[in-house]
């Protein structure tokens, strides 16, 4: 296993790379990814074996032949970057030159509190890229508590990091007053719709469950609110 600390672009125009080694027996042949070299020749190891990994090296003599599977390490070149982030099934707006993300969940203050284990989905511009959340590591379709990660549900640090570099965003979750501050409905109901403490939409709720409703109204107003479900109509 060897490093050449070059990135993976880099390495595909080295096609003539001086490979120098030596043997026990000065009377070896020695093959790699099926052509005969000698120490000093220049190798196209972009041609041989799976890529860089479990490349052949075939070391043979008078005695007996022994074969090594070769690991050239390079290194990704592509910067860290998000492309999506859901959080409850609600996608986030993230806005890669302020490193921002915001979404709103359209629950009440309240209720986001028992959301202990939200399902977060995301997808990165480098699939080698880890990402925490909180300063917790995660993976895509996670549960995240988020009532216990950054300053409230402002500030939240999303870190994504690669071989490259590391870059952080800065997560706002948008709530809503459940006090004085919401305005009274008038309007007509349009819609009910009910969602799991994971905040994933069931489509058919059963008796003796907890929920969060959200309804809608025919003035776009939204109001949520968390119910145990006694008795379908």
Do not use: W
Not at 110 to 137: H, K, N, P, R, W
């Amino acid at each position: 296993t060897l490093d050449l600390g070059i990135s993976n672009s880099i390495f595909s125009d080295l096609s003539d790379v001086a490979t120098y080694f030596t043997t026990l027996d000065e009377e070896t042949t020695v093959t790699i990814g099926g052509v005969s070299v000698t120490t000093g020749d220049g190798v196209d190891y972009s041609e041989t074996g799976n890529g860089l990994e479990h490349i052949s090296v075939v070391v043979t003599n008078s005695v007996d032949a022994i074969a090594y599977d070769l690991t050239i390490l390079t290194h990704n070149d592509v910067p860290p970057a998000l492309t999506s982030f859901t959080v409850g099934g609600v996608d986030g707006t993230i806005d890669p030159s302020e490193g921002t993300i915001t979404l709103d969940l359209g629950i009440s203050n309240s209720i986001f509190s028992d959301l202990s284990d939200v399902a977060t989905y995301f997808t990165t511009l480098d699939e080698e890229t880890t990402v925490t959340i909180g300063g917790v590591s995660v993976t895509s379709g996670d549960g995240v508590d988020y009532s216990e990660t950054g300053n409230g549900l402002e500030h939240i640090a999303v870190v994504i990091t690669n071989s490259v570099d590391a870059i952080a965003y800065d997560l706002t979750i948008l709530t809503h007053d459940d006090g004085t501050g919401l305005t009274t409905v008038n309007a007509d109901l349009v819609a009910i719709k009910y969602y799991n403490i994971q905040g994933i939409e069931v489509a058919n709720p059963v008796e003796n469950h907890l929920y969060i409703v959200k309804k809608i109204y025919s003035d776009h107003t939204v109001k949520t609110e968390k119910i145990i479900i006694n008795k379908l109509k």
